[in-house]
């Protein structure tokens, strides 16, 4: 009796395997990210797009961070406002220097992290995570082809 209902549990899984596999089963859940890809600047910026929405969220390095010290301001761009790659959106100042932010892409800036007025210690505790500095809806999504891998960014700082 075991037998027949391992085997018939054992039916049922590899049927549910095969379907959840098949490319022509899969279908997208509004509401859920699908890919999220990571791209740096040489200037430092990292931009996190998400390929379904459309936004890249844009923050500093750790690296950069770390080169600042500790944040002790932070200038954001304003919700609205478009911008174009490279142009200046930011600023960070620390208690050894102060660095300009650049857009790493273009669009309009949808959010920003009004956390950051209050706690800009955010950018060294989670730089690229809760540290983040603005959203922007990219205008032109392929821009993100154009900017750099981790791998590519740190060979711009370890050479």
């Keep these: 009796m075991f037998s027949t209902i391992r ?17 022509s089963n899969i279908m997208r859940i509004p509401g859920c990210r699908t890919i999220v890809t990571k791209k ?5 910026e990292v931009v996190a797009f998400d390929d379904e929405t459309g936004l890249g969220a844009v ?12 944040v002790v301001f ?8 478009k911008v174009s790659k490279g142009d200046q959106i ?3 100042e620390s208690v050894k220097a102060a660095s300009d932010i650049y857009a790493p892409v273009s669009g309009i ?3 920003v992290n009004e956390a950051l007025n209050s706690e800009p210690g955010l ?6 995570e809760k540290g983040w500095l603005c959203k922007i ?8 082809n154009t900017l750099l891998t981790l791998e590519s960014y740190k060979a711009t700082w370890e050479a």
């Design 7 to 23: 085997q018939a549990a054992r039916a049922r899984t590899m049927s549910l395997t095969t379907a959840r596999t098949s490319p």
């Design 40 to 44: 740096y600047t040489e200037e430092h």
């Design 59 to 70: 923050s500093i390095t750790h690296h950069a961070q770390e080169s600042l010290g500790d």
């Design 74 to 81: 932070v200038e954001l761009p304003a919700v609205g406002t």
């Design 90 to 92: 930011g600023a960070v």
């Design 109 to 111: 800036v949808t959010e």
């Design 123 to 128: 950018l060294n505790r989670s730089p690229e």
């Design 137 to 144: 809806k990219l205008s032109a999504p392929e821009e993100i």
